[in-house]
Structures are given as structure tokens and as C-alpha cells.
């Protein structure tokens, strides 16, 4: 416990400041495969196998125990802790006892949205293992954004949602490398509204209310980073799991999510880079992945009314309930540990090259494109604008500190800017 105290600073507080190494202060502000069978909880069965021989004996857990309660006699508590853990069962070692669950906070930007009781409670539960991935998410790739712009600082602000749930808000602003980085976590509860509802049953979902009430859950870790520099290309991830309740008392449930590309240049070394890490985590489930939600996301991130894509793609999955829990489960958690990998190398490579004002001009306007897709068809903004006590600041986080729209702009023939829209207009295989 005093190792999550550390990371939090203060509790109770709104809103922490996190400097590039994430020492903590205080602050006023606040989208049919088959993969093969999966081996349980993330490392679970050779983790089981490499520790059973350290499975200490009767004697060695009473040492343990009376170890401890020497030194937290003398006060030494977090000493007295460490020896406890290493009594404990490996049911509880391996992340879901009190202990183990402790670790996992460290990392974390802050305590997740359900307290250590309720997550230990029912730490068998997906619901659960789903948030603990999302704050492990959250965690890893602030801290990664953090260690490239030193100059800047996370504001991580804490909020509650009264009809129930609530979420963590990270956001970077106005750094050397980033204009604006959020990175946010949600997890939120309580009866869907007729207008959530019905943009659900539009996707062929049949879900049965009891006295016009729709029990649900929902949690996600979602993330856009703008940089300042034109080429360094904006990032867009979010991965998300629902469970609604039925009259009858049955549930639904279903993942969804995607990470995807939007450079203002076309760097096709970038380009491949990107699309082959997110094709090698899919890959580990099955090889008919990443093409499948490749060609998802160049169709869904597409604007119609200009008949471009936002950006060069990457992958992009909804309603994902096959071929088992469990397994869509081990597949989202691979398409998250590609983020930092797919990314990072990318940022440090461009972050300060020289650009010129015409080459900000053409960002500028490249965002503009960027804001009309997630104001008008983004899914993900739809729903949280319809779901009552949605915050508000978390959704549109996603839009850039700066835009720019100019009257009938076209940029001249055969020029980068130019070829651009070639990619945007027609998409391209990066992989093969």
C-alpha cells in the first residue's frame, strides 16, 4: 500500500501533475476468426509452471508469517509485507491477491476506477481483468510520451460519473515535442439511454429491455496524440470491452478497439514500420487478423463528404464476442502491447527535423480533416455524447489545440502534400 501512496500522492486529490519522470505534485486541473486456444490469464500457465517448485513449504510459510510479524513489530512494515507476499498462495501471487494487486497499481498513473476491494472481489471476472489492462495501458504509454518530451508534464485528473463508474483523465499539453497527448481510462456503469441503445440494435443487436431499462458496463483505454512537428504523425488508439445485461438476466458482451495512423507526410518507411508491428501482434492469434481489420479500419476511418481517409490506417475491430471470451480477450491485450513499440521509434526519429511554416500550414489544415471525421463520425464520440453523465472534457480530448479550414485550399500537382491524399484517397498494402 505504501508503494500505491507513493504513486498518488495525496488521497483524495482531483488532479495530479506528473513531471517527465512522473514524480507526483499537485495540480488544479484537472472500435469470424479463430485464434488458437489461449493459455489463461496473460502468462498464467508458464508462469504457474516456472514457479511451482518456489512453492514455499508448511514450515517456510510459518516462517514467513512470523518474519513478518517481527519486523512489523519494529515497525518495518513494507518489509513485513514483502514477506507475506511471498507466503501467499499462487492464486494470489499472481496478480489478483491484495499483494500481487498492489504491484500492478505502481504502474499505474493513479488508483483504477474500482477500489482494490471490489477488483480483489471479483478479480476472476473479466470486467476486472479488462480494467487492469487499460490502467496498465494508460500507465505505459504516458510514461513513454513522458521520457521523450522532458519539458512537458501530465495533468491526471480523477473524475466520478453520478449515475455510476467514473475514469482517469492524462493529458499532456503544450510540450516541446507534444501539442496535446491525452491518454484516458473509463469505466463506467448504469442503464443505457434509448438513443445509446438504438445505435447499438443499428449494428444488428437485439437486446431486450426490462421496464425500458438496459443494465450495462463499459470500460476502455483511449488515446490521440498531436505532436507539434509535421512529420510526426498523430496516433490514435482505443481498446474497450462492454457487457449489457438482458431482461431475462442473460449478458452480452463484446470487445472492440484499433490503433491507426494519421501523418501529414507520407514516410513509407514509417508506414511499414507501423502496419508490420500491429500485423506481428495479430499474427500470434491468427494470421487472417490483421488483413480482416486492416481493410476495417481503411473503411471506417474514411470521410465521406471528402471522399478521403483520415489517415493511412492500421487495424480497427467492433463487437467482438468470438470465438471466446477468453481468447478476444489474449488478442486485445497483444494489440495494446503494440502501441508503445509501434509508435515511439516513429516520434524519436522525426521530433526534430527542421519543418517550415507552409509544411505547419498543410498540418493545420490535415487536422481540420481530423476534427470533421471525429465530430460527425467517429462511433466512439457518438456514444459517449449519448450516454447521460458522459464527461465531456474526456470525449473531445481527442480534438487538436489547433485546426485550421481554408476556403477551396488544394495543394499543387505532384507535390507532398499531393501525394498525401493519393494514400488517403486509395489505401495501400504496407506488408507485403
Same mark, same amino acid.
Given at each position: 500500500m505504501a508503494r500505491l501512496l507513493r504513486g498518488v500522492c495525496a488521497a483524495g486529490a482531483r488532479g495530479m501533475l506528473l513531471q517527465p519522470r512522473l514524480r507526483c505534485a499537485r495540480s488544479s486541473s484537472s472500435g469470424g476468426w479463430e485464434p488458437p486456444p489461449s493459455a489463461g490469464d496473460p502468462g498464467g500457465a508458464e508462469w504457474q509452471q516456472q514457479q511451482q517448485w518456489r512453492r514455499p513449504s508448511s514450515g517456510a510459510?510459518?516462517?514467513?508469517?512470523?518474519?513478518?510479524?517481527?519486523?512489523?513489530?519494529?515497525?518495518?512494515?513494507?518489509?513485513?509485507?514483502?514477506?507475506?507476499?511471498?507466503?501467499?498462495?499462487?492464486?494470489?501471487?499472481?496478480?489478483?491477491?491484495?499483494?500481487?494487486?498492489?504491484?500492478? *497499481?505502481?504502474?499505474?498513473?493513479?488508483?483504477?476506477?474500482?477500489?482494490?476491494?471490489?477488483?480483489?472481489?471479483?478479480?476472476?471476472?473479466?470486467?476486472?481483468?479488462?480494467?487492469?489492462?487499460?490502467?496498465?495501458?494508460q500507465g505505459q504509454v504516458c510514461r513513454a510520451l513522458a521520457q521523450l518530451d522532458r519539458g512537458a508534464s501530465f495533468t491526471v485528473d480523477r473524475w466520478e460519473r453520478p449515475e455510476g463508474g467514473g475514469g482517469i483523465s492524462c493529458v499532456l499539453q503544450d510540450g516541446e515535442i507534444f501539442e496535446k497527448a491525452g491518454?484516458?481510462?473509463?469505466?463506467?456503469?448504469?442503464?443505457?439511454?434509448?438513443?445509446?441503445?438504438?445505435?447499438?440494435?443499428?449494428?444488428? %443487436?437485439?437486446?431486450?429491455?426490462?421496464?425500458? %431499462?438496459?443494465? *450495462?458496463?463499459?470500460?476502455?483505454?483511449?488515446?490521440?496524440?498531436?505532436?507539434k512537428n509535421p512529420y510526426v504523425p498523430t496516433i490514435h488508439f482505443n481498446y474497450r470491452y462492454f457487457e449489457i445485461e438482458e431482461a431475462d438476466g442473460s449478458k452480452q458482451w463484446w470487445f472492440g478497439g484499433g490503433t491507426d495512423l494519421t501523418p501529414t507526410y507520407l514516410n513509407e518507411e514509417d508506414a511499414v514500420h507501423f502496419h508490420k508491428t500491429l500485423k506481428e501482434a495479430c499474427d500470434k492469434h491468427n494470421p487472417e487478423l490483421y488483413p480482416k481489420f486492416k481493410k476495417w479500419c481503411d473503411d471506417y476511418f474514411y470521410i465521406k463528404h471528402r471522399g478521403e481517409r483520415r489517415g493511412i490506417g492500421g487495424i480497427f475491430f467492433d463487437d467482438l464476442d468470438w470465438p471466446s471470451k477468453e481468447e478476444a480477450f489474449q488478442f486485445v491485450q497483444s494489440c495494446a502491447k503494440a502501441i508503445v513499440p509501434c509508435y515511439i521509434p516513429i516520434v524519436k526519429k522525426h521530433c526534430h527535423e527542421p519543418f517550415t511554416p507552409e509544411e505547419k500550414l498543410w498540418q493545420q489544415i490535415r487536422r481540420g480533416r481530423y476534427v470533421e471525421f471525429n465530430?460527425?463520425?467517429?462511433?466512439?464520440?457518438? *456514444?459517449?455524447?449519448?450516454?447521460?453523465?458522459?464527461?465531456?472534457?474526456?470525449?473531445?480530448?481527442?480534438?487538436?489545440?489547433?485546426?485550421?479550414?481554408?476556403?477551396?485550399?488544394?495543394?499543387?500537382?505532384?507535390?507532398?502534400?499531393?501525394k498525401i491524399l493519393e494514400v488517403l484517397r486509395q489505401p495501400r498494402d504496407w506488408v507485403h
Open positions: 510459510l510459518a516462517w514467513a508469517a512470523g518474519a513478518a510479524a517481527v519486523l512489523a513489530g519494529l515497525g518495518l512494515a513494507r518489509r513485513a509485507e514483502m514477506a507475506r507476499q511471498r507466503s501467499q498462495p499462487e492464486e494470489e501471487a499472481d496478480g489478483g491477491g491484495e499483494g500481487g494487486l498492489a504491484r500492478r *497499481f505502481d504502474a499505474f498513473m493513479a488508483p483504477p476506477v474500482s477500489g482494490m476491494r471490489e477488483l480483489r472481489s471479483r478479480r476472476g471476472e473479466m470486467r476486472s481483468r479488462m480494467e487492469l489492462l487499460i490502467m496498465e495501458t491518454v484516458n481510462v473509463s469505466v463506467v456503469f448504469g442503464h443505457l439511454s434509448e438513443e445509446a441503445a438504438q445505435q447499438m440494435r443499428s449494428r444488428g %443487436k437485439t437486446l431486450k429491455t426490462k421496464d425500458g %431499462k438496459l443494465p *450495462f458496463c463499459a470500460m476502455g483505454v483511449s488515446s490521440v496524440i498531436h505532436p465530430l460527425v463520425y467517429d462511433r466512439g464520440t457518438k *456514444f459517449g455524447l449519448a450516454t447521460p453523465g458522459s464527461r465531456i472534457e474526456s470525449i473531445l480530448m481527442s480534438l487538436p489545440l489547433t485546426a485550421r479550414w481554408e476556403y477551396m485550399y488544394s495543394p499543387s500537382e505532384n507535390s507532398r502534400e499531393a
